[in-house]
């Protein structure tokens, strides 16, 4: 569900002419134009998102209702034998164009009722709907705070390696609250993990931040190992200790014979030749 969810994400952008003028592209409320064409509303997005899970052996139905003061659409999903709710609309950032960069938003991903009914509301139903309580399967990459503090938010920062830092908080607590706290804060989290620069956005209880980091230039890098011995097909992991641990400084595997041997970016490294001794 979540590969095909970000999938459509990356793929659909978000008809905005077709909202004003359903002439204008009426294929965008169905499952065609957002898989096909690319463009669509709620509508397309809800009907593609069924259309795909259906096919992988996913049950789903379309929910209708209205959010944000306008008529929406979404999706009702069983997994493991137990029900979630997903709006991959409002999890798509509004681009003009197809954008393989634009972030993925994951508020209203495996969501449950209570979640859903703080900026939806159901009005079209064929049937009673279950009340999805489970949390177990929501997006798992945020890191959850129940109110803002300068310091953990800065924190949060601070444990990204790398001149740009992403991060993203699920607020518990209080929306409006950490967002009010935040806005007034901002410049105070930026000084506090050294950033340049730094920009938000909010979506549902999801506040994304990147920020640019203030240089800072690797003095040391330390291997786990020193030699490995590889046969053939064979494979092993490098990991590299860098100093400091604030540098914004990448490490970045490279092989300088890959006729021998090849490493990813996540320093895997893979035997060609029938045995391999590597020395560092």
Same mark, same amino acid.
């Given at each position: ?5 970000? @999938?459509?994400? *990356?793929?659909?952008?978000? $008809?905005?002419?077709?909202?004003? %003028?359903?002439?204008?592209?009426? =294929? ?11 463009? @669509? ?26 959010? *944000? ?10 997994? %493991? ?103 007034? =804060?901002? =410049? @105070?989290?930026?000084? *506090? ?24 230039? @690797? ?36 092989? $300088? ?6 490493? $990813? ?16």
């Amino acid at each position: 569900a979540l590969a095909l969810h970000d @999938a459509l994400v *990356k793929h659909i952008v978000y $008809d905005l002419d077709a909202v004003e %003028d359903s002439s204008k592209n009426q =294929n965008a409320f169905n499952a065609y134009g957002a898989i096909v064409n690319g463009k @669509a509303v709620c509508e397309g997005y809800a009907e593609a998102y069924q259309y795909l899970l259906q096919k992988v052996g996913i049950q789903s139905y379309i929910v209708s209702g209205s959010s *944000k003061e306008q008529s929406h659409e979404w999706n009702l999903v069983r997994l %493991d034998g137990k029900y979630y709710y997903t709006d991959v609309t409002w999890d798509d950032p509004i681009t003009e164009s197809e954008d393989e960069n634009k972030p993925i938003y994951y508020p209203y991903f495996n969501i449950t009722t209570a979640r859903l009914t703080e900026d939806h509301m159901i009005t079209d139903t064929y049937g009673i709907l279950p009340i999805c309580t489970d949390e177990s399967l929501m997006y798992k990459g945020y890191a959850k705070l129940d109110s803002f503090t300068v310091d953990s938010v800065a924190a949060l920062f601070n444990q990204q390696i790398g001149s740009q830092k992403i991060v993203r908080i699920y607020v518990t607590g209080s929306l409006e609250e950490f967002q009010t706290q935040l806005g007034n =804060n901002f =410049n @105070a989290v930026g000084l *506090k993990a050294g950033l340049i620069s730094a920009i938000g956005s909010f979506v549902g209880r999801e506040i994304y931040l990147v920020g640019e980091a203030i240089p800072v230039s @690797a003095t040391s890098v330390k291997l786990n190992r020193a030699t490995i011995s590889l046969k053939a097909t064979e494979s092993a992991k490098l990991t590299a200790t860098v100093l400091p641990s604030n540098t914004t400084d990448a490490v970045k595997w490279t092989s $300088d014979k890959p006729s021998v041997a090849s490493v $990813d970016d996540k320093g895997n490294i893979y035997s060609i030749e029938p045995t391999l001794e590597v020395f560092e």
